[in-house]
Nanobody
Framework: QVQLVESGGGLVQAGGSLRLSCAAS????????MGWYRQGPGKQRELVVS???????TYADSVKGRFTGSRDNAKKMVNLQMNSLKSDDTDVYYC???????????????WGQGTQVTVSS
C-alpha cells in the first residue's frame, strides 16, 4: 500500500504565503516525478508543478515566479512554497507521485486526499 499525506492548506489574505507538504509512505521501491496539481469546482485538475527525481521542475505559467516546488528524496517528501497568493489560486491542491512498489515494476500515479487553499481578496 502507498499513501500520500498532505498538510499545510488553509485561509490566507491576498499577497500572503502558504507552504504545503506531502509525505509518501508504504511499500515504495522508487519514486519518479512528484508534484502538485489543483482543481476548482467544475474545472479540470491542472498541473501546478512537477519535479523529476533529479530535481528538474516544470511550472504552470500562472504560478511561475510566485510558487516554488521542492522535494526531499530521502524523506520521500514534496513541498510547495506559495508566495504572493491571489484569489485565483483558491483551489483544492493535490499531491501526486509516480511510485513503483517493487523493483522492476512500472511506476503508477498516486494522489493525496487534497488540501483546501483559500485566498481572500
Amino acid at each position: 500500500q502507498v499513501q500520500l499525506v498532505e498538510s499545510g492548506g488553509g485561509l490566507v489574505q491576498a499577497g500572503g504565503s502558504l507552504r504545503l507538504s506531502c509525505a509518501a509512505s508504504g511499500i515504495i521501491s522508487s519514486i519518479n516525478a512528484m508534484g502538485w496539481y489543483r482543481q476548482g469546482p467544475g474545472k479540470q485538475r491542472e498541473l501546478v508543478v512537477s519535479i523529476t527525481s533529479d530535481g528538474k521542475t516544470t511550472y504552470a505559467d500562472s504560478v511561475k515566479g510566485r510558487f516554488t516546488g521542492s522535494r526531499d528524496n530521502a524523506k520521500k517528501m514534496v513541498n510547495l512554497q506559495m508566495n504572493s497568493l491571489k484569489s485565483d489560486d483558491t483551489d483544492v491542491y493535490y499531491c501526486n507521485a509516480e511510485i513503483a512498489m517493487t523493483l522492476g515494476n512500472k511506476p503508477e500515479k498516486y494522489w493525496g486526499q487534497g488540501t483546501q487553499v483559500t485566498v481572500s481578496s
